[in-house]
């Protein structure tokens, strides 16, 4: 039988799952504009193809004066910047896909870290600081930063398939394009039922250039993350127990259960055990409580959920190092543009 405690909970802030990628909807059809400058350093030879940037592991210092880039024009007239090697691959692979009439054009790529703390700045500003580090990558800690992160759109009847949630329908299309990465060099980067090692749900668009077919086949072949094949990350599979629910749906459960194990990739913690806390969680005093950490909530529904995990000696959380954690509490709850969000954690 699970307790369900919430006084004392910390409010958590960290990084939501779906990484916002603002992209803008446009449904007009124009001729792709390609145009190719050189731009950034001189060498770019120096650059690790296999450097990994996630939710702990900072872009390296130098990465910024190092990377070469090119810059072009998406078909609905948007500016992509690549890196050179990553662009002459992604050339050459939607090259391929078009001779089995797939059409895909780059929606985003490399975005720098001044950027990304510009826009870091302007949702504190506007939203303030927990709802910021919720919705926007912390600077630095975006793969984006690296210009060998690509993110797709397809153009389906010379129509322009943006929207994450419409491209996402297309699973047919994903499969073929996800073939024919690693011949090129490209891996998918946030795969499915990894989001405790990578801090992101799945991702179709989203791949990522290796540079070396031979290690992007190792990885794709195998359906391991990138953390795994560099030996970063904890190869064990937590235990997840949704139980028997007469309140949520299965759905409902997996997505909340998703947030807390994509916020475990930012934790320095391994995830042992996951385990819905029961339908007495969803109780008046969790709601009161919910509602009593923001102005003006009106929360009606609360999912709770433990968890039990181990904190490494060097980990950026701070807990008792190298101790094992049991009956961990995470408070989530239904917002009306964000699904289901962590509101507390804590004992
Ligand atoms: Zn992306």
Not at 87 to 106: M, Q, S, T
Not at 256 to 262: G, M
Request: overall charge negative; some cysteine.
């Amino acid at each position: 039988m699970s307790v369900c405690l919430s006084v004392g909970m910390t409010v958590a802030s960290l990084t939501a799952c779906v990484q916002n990628t603002a992209t803008p909807s446009n449904t007009e059809v124009e001729e792709s504009t390609e145009t190719v400058e050189g731009s950034g350093a001189e060498n770019s030879e120096k650059i690790d193809y296999l450097v990994l940037v996630n939710k702990t592991n900072e872009l390296p210092d130098n990465w910024e004066k190092t990377v070469k880039t090119v810059k072009i024009t998406n078909s609905i007239g948007d500016d992509v910047e690549v890196e050179e090697k990553a662009y002459e691959a992604y050339l050459k692979l939607k090259e391929e896909l078009e001779k089995e009439n797939i059409y895909v054009d780059l929606d985003s790529a490399r975005r720098n870290v001044a950027d990304q703390q510009r826009i870091m700045d302007d949702f504190t500003k506007s939203y303030g600081a927990d709802y910021a580090a919720k919705t926007v990558a912390a600077p630095g800690y975006s793969e984006h930063h690296t210009g060998l992160a690509l993110d797709l759109y397809l153009i389906i009847d010379g129509k322009d398939i943006t929207e994450n949630e419409d491209m996402i329908q297309y699973t047919d299309i994903w499969e073929k394009i996800h073939e024919k990465l690693p011949k090129y060099g490209f891996i998918l980067r946030y795969i499915e039922d990894k989001e405790y090692i990578t801090g992101y749900g799945y991702e179709p668009w989203h791949i990522r250039y290796v540079d070396n077919p031979d290690i992007a086949k190792e990885i794709m072949s195998k359906g391991i993350t990138l953390e795994e094949y560099l030996g970063k990350a904890s190869s064990d599979k937590p235990e997840i127990d949704l139980g028997n629910s007469k309140v949520f749906t299965k759905e409902e459960l997996e997505a909340a259960a998703l947030q807390v194990k994509c916020a475990f990739a930012g934790f320095s913690c391994t995830l042992k055990s996951l385990r819905y806390g029961g339908d007495e969680c969803n109780s008046k005093e969790n709601i009161d409580y919910v509602n009593s950490l923001e102005e003006g909530a009106n929360y009606t529904r609360v999912i709770e959920i433990f968890t039990d995990f181990h904190t490494p000696k060097e980990g950026t959380v701070v807990f008792d190092p190298d101790k094992d954690m049991k009956d961990y509490q995470w408070l989530l709850v239904e917002t009306e543009n964000d699904g289901w969000q962590i509101v507390a954690q804590g004992y």
